[in-house]
């Protein structure tokens, strides 16, 4: 029998790859590697998972963005880490592609650990095809 998958809500992602995160970290050691994500493309995913959450604006009064489903986010689209590489001008495919120099982890992208770039893959696969993905993986030394 084929087992039919669910569609998560955001909130059961969020917590999902929280629960994932925390487990990962917790285990990190020397050798284990990361994921490299685009930092723009982790902000419209959390925006997306945090869209029902009640957040408290800068004069500490809270407003609340509960979204009804005409306007909700939608999850964001397949991973895109274009803008964090150059392309071999050449078009010589054995150059390959390389990584801006002067990108800053937290500004310019994020290090998941495999853990939840393979959940997160997963999802996106199940959703669309991850036609625009671009794969860097960072070991911890």
């Not at 995913?45 to 009804?68: F, I, K, M, R």
């Not at 392309?87 to 992208?109: K, M, N």
Request: hydrophobic share 35%; net charge negative.
């Amino acid at each position: 029998m084929t087992e039919v998958k669910k569609e998560l809500t955001p909130e059961e992602e969020k917590l999902t790859i929280r629960d994932i995160s925390i487990a990962a970290e917790a285990q990190t050691k020397q050798g284990d590697t990361f994921y490299l994500i685009t930092q723009r493309w982790w902000q419209e995913w959390l925006e997306y998972v945090n869209q029902n959450q009640t957040n408290a604006v800068n004069d500490g009064s809270a407003s609340e963005h509960c979204l009804d489903g005409s306007s909700a986010l939608k999850r964001p689209s397949s991973i895109d880490n274009s803008d964090l590489i150059y392309e071999a001008a050449s078009g010589d495919a054995s150059a390959g592609i390389e990584l801006h120099d002067t990108l800053v982890e937290g500004t310019d992208y994020i290090l998941l650990p495999q853990e939840v770039w393979n959940q997160l893959y997963e999802w996106l696969a199940f959703i669309r095809e991850c036609s625009c993905l671009y794969l860097f993986v960072y070991a911890v030394c």
